[in-house]
Structure formats: structure tokens, C-alpha cells
């Protein structure tokens, strides 16, 4: 049975009103689990480098360098491209029982003292591709404490 004729291209004109309201919808959510995927991995790199960091004896130069470069790059040799797009070294910092003495020197637990190092990540902008849709975010601080080997 053929449809009557004032029926004949509606639903052409029910897909062109919704067409808009998906692709921003599509778009939106693509750029949220970007901006998630981003946060993890700042996280995870910064337990990295907490980790790493924990292995050495405190006040060890390169053991803080290294950790920073793990923190920025995924590597501790400084190599290759940032672990996300517009991370710097400015934005981490790094402190063991020497360099911040006052918050990770000798810290009372229930079973003595241990010593902490931090990696935290401060300040990072996450930007949209479509700025329209998700404008910028800026991340609070992403932080890794761990037990230092005394």
C-alpha cells in the first residue's frame, strides 16, 4: 500500500532536525572520554615516577631527575614525545625527605617513622577539539605519595 502523498519525505526532514542534536552529542562525548583518558594518564604517570623515586636513597639527584623525565615523557631518559599534549616540566614537581623535609622528612606511621616522596602535576589545561562544545579544563593537582627506602 503506498503512503499518502503530504507523507512522502518526513522522515528526510525528522533526520535533518535531529542530525544537529546527535552530532553534538557525538562530539561532546568524544571529547569528555578524551579528557578522561588525559587525567588518567597524567595519574598514572605520576605513580610512575612516585614509584620509581621510592627505590632510591633520598636525596639523590638523578634519581629526581629521572623521576621527573618519567613523569613527562613515560621514560627516564628524556626521550620521545610528552605521555599528554601540553604537559612541561614546569608543571611537575618532585620531593623526597631532602628537598621538602618539613612534609616528607621522618613522618610517624603506626608502626615508626618512613620518609615520603611526592610527584604532582599542577596546573594542566586540558583544550578541546571542538572547543565549542567542551571549552578548556584545567585539572587540580595530580599527586603520588609513596614510602621512601630509608
Known amino acids: 500500500m503506498l503512503k499518502p502523498h503530504y507523507e512522502r519525505g518526513a522522515a528526510v526532514v525528522e533526520f535533518a532536525i535531529l542530525l544537529p542534536l546527535l552530532l553534538v552529542m557525538a562530539f561532546g562525548i568524544t571529547e569528555y572520554g578524551r579528557a578522561i ?24 639527584a638523578g634519581s629526581i631527575g629521572a623521576a621527573q623525565c618519567l613523569a613527562l615523557y613515560g621514560n627516564t631518559g628524556c626521550t620521545g614525545t610528552v605521555v599528554v599534549p601540553g604537559l612541561t616540566a ?31 602535576i599542577s596546573g594542566y589545561h586540558f583544550n578541546s577539539l571542538v572547543p565549542l562544545l567542551l571549552s578548556s579544563i584545567t585539572f587540580g593537582s595530580i599527586s603520588a605519595t609513596m614510602r621512601q627506602v630509608l
Open 37 to 60: 583518558y588525559q587525567y588518567d594518564t597524567l595519574t598514572k604517570s605520576v605513580r610512575s615516577a612516585s614509584r620509581y623515586l621510592s627505590q632510591y636513597a633520598p636525596g639523590d
Open 90 to 120: 614546569s608543571m611537575i614537581s618532585v620531593c623526597d625527605s631532602v628537598s621538602c623535609a618539613g612534609s616528607n622528612l621522618n613522618q610517624q606511621t603506626g608502626s615508626g617513622t618512613v620518609n615520603l616522596v611526592t610527584v604532582t
